[in-house]
Nanobody, 123 residues
Framework: QVQLVESGGGLVQAGESLTLSCTVF????????YAWFRQPPLKGREFVAA????????VYGDSVKGRFTISNNNAENKMYLHLNNVKPEDTAVYYC????????????????WGPGTPVTVSS
């Protein structure tokens, strides 16, 4: 029904910026929430940011507040995560996801996931 594909990951130095993209394929009429999660090496998946369909509401994880910005473009079926002032602790595989309901922070409420794109922050 829905497929997600991330892009834009790579190597970046601490203090610099990076933008990740996620393209949504398939039917999108039931999608009401979009989110980014990340999984550092050998650690569990953690919440990064979420946005509702019309962009009126955003939620950020404590570790990225003030540094990351989530956005979506429904006309292009895309969502984005702008990473500003990155830190080595931001190194992880980043995943985009969609949900039918607005329950932003818990991964169990998301229906579809992309395969992930890795971000490595060097010192």
């Amino acid at each position: 029904q829905v497929q997600l594909v991330e892009s834009g990951g790579g190597l970046v130095q601490a203090g610099e910026s990076l933008t990740l993209s996620c393209t949504v394929f398939g039917t999108t009429v039931d999608i009401n929430g979009y989110a980014w999660f990340r999984q550092p090496p050998l650690k569990g998946r953690e919440f990064v940011a979420a946005i509702d369909r019309d962009g009126a509401n955003t939620v950020y994880g404590d570790s990225v507040k003030g540094r990351f910005t989530i956005s979506n473009n429904n006309a292009e079926n895309k969502m984005y995560l702008h990473l500003n002032n990155v830190k080595p602790e931001d190194t992880a595989v980043y995943y985009c996801a969609t949900s039918r309901t607005w329950m932003p922070t818990s991964h169990i409420h998301y229906d579809y996931w992309g395969p992930g794109t890795p971000v490595t922050v060097s010192s």
